[in-house]
């Protein structure tokens, strides 16, 4: 098996985090993955935050409602989508989801947590100061894993079909 399919396929949402810093390297590489993801038209009409701060990882993990282990995350990435692109949300997305694989390839666990169509998103639009013109995608917490849980997926017969769908 080849890396990268290692990378995806070992990983797993983690929301418990072992006290211990992540480097700017390693930040700074998930950063980048995020930031090449595909985009339609180019338009790449995210802007990604990175929060640290102990009592503004509280704030956050206060108002989202099933992301209260933020606040013991050495980071906190905060993915937000320019409402006036027509494709922000699946733009974003892409984005979240390159940059969680991008931080498990160094080990760095983490959890997406939503944000769009959730209440909080304007609370923490305000609280992180981005311009209205932004709306919360997702909060991604990220640290280095206290515990990998072991998670049961479906079958693969249970989710796929070839050309036609028809039901069993």
């Known amino acids: 098996m080849n890396i990268g399919i290692t990378v995806i396929k070992s990983r797993r949402s983690v929301r418990s985090y072992r006290d211990a810093t992540i480097s700017e390297e390693i930040i700074h590489d998930a950063l980048d993955c995020a930031a090449l993801a595909p985009t339609a038209l180019n338009a790449q009409p995210w802007l990604i935050g990175t929060v640290r701060e102990k009592e503004m990882l509280r704030k956050i993990a ?3 409602d099933y992301g209260k282990f933020i606040a013991t995350a ?3 990435f905060a993915i937000f989508g320019k409402r006036d692109e027509k494709y922000y949300l699946e733009d974003c997305s892409a984005a979240t989801t390159q ?3 991008g931080l498990w390839a160094y080990g760095v666990g983490s959890c997406w947590v939503a944000g769009d169509k959730k209440g909080y998103a304007e609370e923490v ?3 992180l100061g981005i311009p ?3 709306t919360l995608i997702s909060l991604v ?3 280095y894993p206290a515990e990998v849980p072991t998670i049961q997926k479906k079958k693969r017969e249970e989710i796929l079909f070839s050309e036609r769908f028809s039901a069993p």
């Open 125 to 127: 639009r305000k609280l």
């Open 99 to 101: 940059l969680i694989l």
């Open 62 to 64: 206060d108002l989202a």
């Open 132 to 134: 209205k013109t932004y």
């Open 74 to 76: 050495p980071v906190c």
């Open 141 to 143: 917490p990220a640290g």
